[in-house]
């Protein structure tokens, strides 16, 4: 809009007066034709292309972002599926300390201990899974798909 006030361009007038109407057209510039029009139109020019360049920095670095954050996510991911693992396997130890700590196989502390690391690795699975969600969401949030219903 700038640009078009600078450049010269046709444009339609009218005028209405007690016994007639005139129209015409007419050439002119919304600023005059100067030795500073050429300066302003280079202006404009280098504002445009520093726009465009900030708005390329901006999705770059979104995509960086985003990049990351799928990477994380990834990790996150095959963490929970191995810890998934290790969680069935410590169960199935408890149910064996159990049965052990029944007929006089093993010690109460043990026993304890043993219990006590299934439930260390059952909070750690669902802080997994916890983090998961976390990083979906900022994913979503980098890509614009969230709404901030407070602003609204």
Same mark, same amino acid.
């Given at each position: 809009m700038a640009r078009a006030d600078i450049l010269p361009g046709p444009s339609a007038q /009218? #005028? @209405?007066? /007690? $016994? $007639?109407m005139e129209t015409g057209l @007419?050439?002119? &510039?919304?600023?005059m034709m100067g030795l500073g029009s050429g300066a302003s139109l280079e202006a404009l020019a280098s504002v445009q $292309?520093? /726009?465009s360049r900030q708005l390329a920095e901006a999705s770059d670095d979104v995509r960086r972002k985003i990049e990351g954050l799928q990477n994380d996510l990834q990790t996150l991911t095959l963490r929970r599926s191995q810890g998934a693992k290790v969680l069935v396997q410590t169960a199935e130890n408890l149910v064996m300390f159990t049965e052990q700590y029944k +007929?006089?196989? #093993?010690t109460l502390l043990e026993l304890v201990g043993e219990h006590d690391?299934? &439930?260390r690795l059952e909070r750690y699975q669902a802080a997994l899974?916890?983090?998961? @969600?976390?990083k979906r969401l900022a994913? &979503?949030?980098?890509?614009? +798909?969230? @709404?901030?219903? /407070?602003?609204?």
């Open positions: /009218a #005028s @209405v007066g /007690a $016994d $007639d @007419v050439l002119g &510039a919304g600023q $292309d520093l /726009a +007929v006089g196989r #093993s690391r299934h &439930a899974g916890y983090e998961i @969600v976390l994913i &979503a949030r980098e890509r614009g +798909v969230l @709404v901030n219903g /407070a602003q609204m």
